[in-house]
């Protein structure tokens, strides 16, 4: 399992509610040391950032002795910065294993242009990032996906490149959380008299990758448009995880066209494991 998970919070209703009712879910299985940061945002707070950090670290150390069990460390850091750019550094710097983040909806990526931490924490860490989702309901939030059983049913998406290599060693961390998984390949190359042979070449890579895995996986090609694809197999196999690569890019073109990634967080109402493989 992953033994590091870094929480980013901003203290949002959502965010709390993430941290009490779906992390410590996720700390029972294995993990060693949960570190929980909150970044005061120096372009918003800009002069009053430092009489900020010190009310935040008071917030984030309640919140820390709230989940302190016994087996699993609880770190409190506030920074001052840029939320992306500070997250991603602390990653580093605590070696972390995994990201956690939830988000509502799709508001949070409607905000491309102008910036959002989530959208703009997937391009800047280096770290897996596991994008919880969560809907509003009543006066209060509700997962998608029980946090208990995210890691049960993973559709795992994979492109044949080096990172898919990065994808399945990350997948081993959670395999024996796994009840029965989906391996899947999207055929959106090549023309209509290679479609077969592309397909039959894309099952075989798909049936050496499962066996890297100690859980059962089911395999399954995909043709068409790649992310559409992937969430509508998701839907289909009842997934709870999307387990996807995200590699460099252009950074202009993902920020006008979106890769297949960041399609797939955007539009999933499932949870989504992002994989950075630069």
Not at 3 to 12: A, N, Q, R, V
Not at 127 to 148: I, T
Not at 222 to 239: E, F
Request: glycine share 6%.
């Amino acid at each position: 399992m992953f033994e590091k998970i870094l929480y980013p919070t901003d203290f949002s209703d959502v965010s709390l509610h993430a941290l009490r009712t779906c992390v410590p879910k996720l700390t029972s299985m294995g993990v060693r040391e949960l570190h929980l940061i909150h970044v005061v945002d120096i372009t918003i707070a800009e002069f009053e950032a430092f009489e900020l950090e010190d009310i935040y670290r008071e917030k984030l150390e309640k919140l820390a002795e709230e989940l302190r069990t016994d087996g699993v460390k609880v770190n409190a850091i506030v920074r001052i910065g840029i939320p992306s750019i500070e997250i991603a550094e602390v990653a580093e710097e605590v070696d972390i294993d995994l990201v956690v983040i939830p988000s509502v909806g799709e508001n949070i990526w409607r905000t491309m242009f102008m910036g959002s931490t989530a959208s703009n924490l997937a391009r800047a860490t280096r770290r897996p990032v596991l994008l919880l989702k969560y809907q509003k309901k009543d006066d209060g939030f509700e997962p998608s996906v029980d946090c208990s059983a995210i890691f049960k049913r993973p559709l795992v998406s994979l492109d044949f490149s080096k990172c898919s290599i990065k994808i399945i060693k990350t997948v081993r961390k959670f395999e024996e959380l796994i009840e029965r998984g989906i391996m899947v390949h999207s055929v959106d190359y090549g023309g209509m008299e290679e479609l077969e042979r592309n397909i039959e070449a894309a099952k075989l890579n798909l049936e050496k990758s499962a066996k890297g895995i100690k859980a059962g996986f089911d395999v399954e090609v995909l043709v068409g448009s790649a992310s559409q694809a992937i969430i509508g197999t998701a839907l289909a196999k009842n997934a709870t995880l999307i387990v996807i690569g995200k590699k460099g890019r252009n950074f202009l073109k993902d920020l006008l066209l979106g890769s297949t990634a960041e399609r797939v967080m955007r539009d999933s109402k499932i949870p989504v494991l992002l994989v950075p493989c630069d």
